[in-house]
């Protein structure tokens, strides 16, 4: 068993063509918070991986659940963050429109969590998603995504206005939630 | 080799202060504190607070250590209006008169430049936490990013508005956080991260309701366990998705001891460096201000009268950084 990965809050190693994803324990939280975050964040994800493939997304096909451990296929791709341009991010657009006309919320869109693999994206790492059909919480989901563009990539601008191309093909609720965006970006953060 | 001196005045909320640094030291620092009488910090009575003490603040830094300055720095933002207006007039009026030029400073920026100045941090993580301010910031390409915020109240203002609402008084984090000690029962409330952001007034809203039926040190403890877990969470994803290896704790809620250990016992998990700066660089300083600066005076920066209005909602990321 090897680590692939060891994220902030999980360790994912991979066992033949399965991967595990093993949230750990964080020692600075108490272990009621710590115990729970885990446990739901592990259910909630297995469960929400799922329902978007059904919805078109492409996910990893979940294996086992136990307690604080996914078992799931291994998409063997490259971070988004390494090769976006702007046509991928028109994909990611469509993508994610095709996630929230399903009514998920992916709760940590970074250009980390999705995969390019043969000609095709992945979404993965639906640790913090949840089902969710207002405005404001796609907007988020895209305020999120956007920030993760401008603090991470010098041409955020063309790429925000890609995404915005490929989400509007393939969701209806488009508009109201971009112009979401706008508003949660120039909210009150001193108030 | 000649020194450069600044004068640096911070009045974006409740401390007016004014100090002078070169390029080691706090040569001087005088600082008037607004408390409110009843309730929190009144914006217009705040700015009149500071009106009323200006003139004895810088008059009593600049003898200390006034002499052959180079300019006269100011926080132009964020802070509340009618406060930074008042500084700023001064700062403007300073300038002009002492025929040095002024520089307009982001009050975030000046948190994280005094930590790097007065810690051993290089290149850190930075989660500053204030009463209007929760983010958590690290540098990137010639900008400091805002990776994480509140996406509503500052963690101050959670703390204080609960602490009102069950009659303590203002500020009422050192009081939360001492009747936190009281207890180890733990009662579950939102715990709400979103992506890199966070939220707290939800998590205010259960504290002030669920306080009708659980003691209230029970309530401090479990409100501090769940809005700290939650700030540490998203400097811990920071920390993971920059590659950063040291953590940078910076405002004024960065007295809290237990928030402090929490980021310590994450970063030795992770085995990189946590720094905490003095208690004086913490909170709202002139220090911070003058030294940002004078690093951005050496950098070349001006900022011309006519550019010098104040900014309520002005964001680190706005600034472009080119003394580092």
Not at chain 1, 48 to 60: D, F, H, K, N, Y
Request: aromatic share 8%; hydrophobic share 40%.
């Amino acid at each position: 068993m090897a680590v692939i990965a060891s994220g902030a809050e999980a360790v994912v190693s991979l066992e033949g063509d399965t991967v595990i994803k093993a949230r750990i324990q964080k020692r600075y939280r108490l272990k009621e918070i710590d115990e729970t975050l885990r446990r739901e964040r592990t259910r909630t994800e297995a469960r929400l991986i799922s329902e978007a493939r059904r919805c078109g997304v492409p996910t990893p096909i979940i294996r086992e659940v136990v307690d604080f451990e996914i078992r799931m296929e291994y998409i063997n791709g490259i971070a988004l963050k390494n090769v976006i341009i702007p046509e991928l991010s028109e994909r990611t657009g469509e993508l994610i429109g095709r996630l929230h006309t399903c009514g998920i919320v992916h709760g940590d869109l970074t250009t980390s969590n999705i995969l390019f693999k043969d000609g095709k994206l992945f979404l993965i790492d639906f640790g913090l998603a949840y089902l969710d059909k207002t405005v404001e919480a796609r907007g988020v989901d895209i305020h999120v995504l956007f920030q993760t563009f401008e603090s991470t990539h010098e041409n955020h601008e063309e790429l925000i206005e890609a995404f915005k191309k490929g989400y509007g093909r393939t969701f209806s609720g488009a508009n109201e939630v971009i112009e979401r965006v706008k508003e949660i970006e120039s909210r009150g953060r001193y108030a | 080799m000649s020194k450069t001196l600044v004068l640096g005045l911070e009045g974006t909320a409740w401390n007016l202060s004014a100090a002078i640094v070169d390029e080691h030291d706090v040569i001087a620092e005088t600082t008037a504190t607004y408390k409110p009488l009843t309730g929190g910090i009144h914006p217009r009575e705040a700015a009149q607070h500071h009106a009323n003490h200006i003139k004895e603040v810088v008059g009593e830094a600049l003898k200390k250590g006034g002499k052959d300055l180079s300019a006269v720095a100011f926080s132009q933002g964020p802070g509340l209006g009618p406060c930074l207006r008042t500084v700023a007039t001064a700062a403007r009026a300073l300038a002009l008169s002492m025929q040095i030029p002024l520089i307009g400073v982001n009050h975030c920026i000046a948190h994280i430049e005094v930590g790097r100045w007065k810690t051993p941090a290089k290149d850190p993580v930075t989660l500053y936490v204030s009463g209007a301010n929760s983010q958590v910031l690290a540098y990137r390409a010639g900008y400091y990013r805002v990776f994480g915020e509140t996406l509503d109240i500052g963690i101050g203002n959670a703390f204080d508005k609960f602490a009102r609402s069950v009659g303590l008084a203002h500020p009422g984090g050192p009081k939360v956080e001492e009747l936190a000690k009281q207890s180890e029962r733990y009662v579950p409330l939102p715990y709400t991260v979103k992506g890199m952001d966070f939220s707290f007034s939800g998590l205010t809203t259960a504290a002030q309701e669920y306080v009708k039926k659980h003691p209230l040190p029970e309530i401090c403890h479990s409100f501090q366990e769940t809005a700290f877990a939650m700030l540490v969470e998203v400097t811990e994803r920071a920390v993971a998705h920059t590659g950063k290896s040291e953590v940078l704790l910076a405002g004024g809620v960065g007295a809290n001891a237990r928030l402090r250990e929490m980021l310590k016992i994450m970063c030795e998990d992770r085995a990189i460096e946590f720094y905490v700066p003095d208690k004086r660089f913490m909170g709202d300083n002139g220090a911070m201000i003058a030294y940002l600066g004078l690093l951005m005076y050496k950098a070349g920066y001006r900022t011309p009268v006519p550019d010098s209005r104040v900014n309520p909602n002005y964001r680190p990321d706005d600034v472009e950084v080119t003394w580092r």
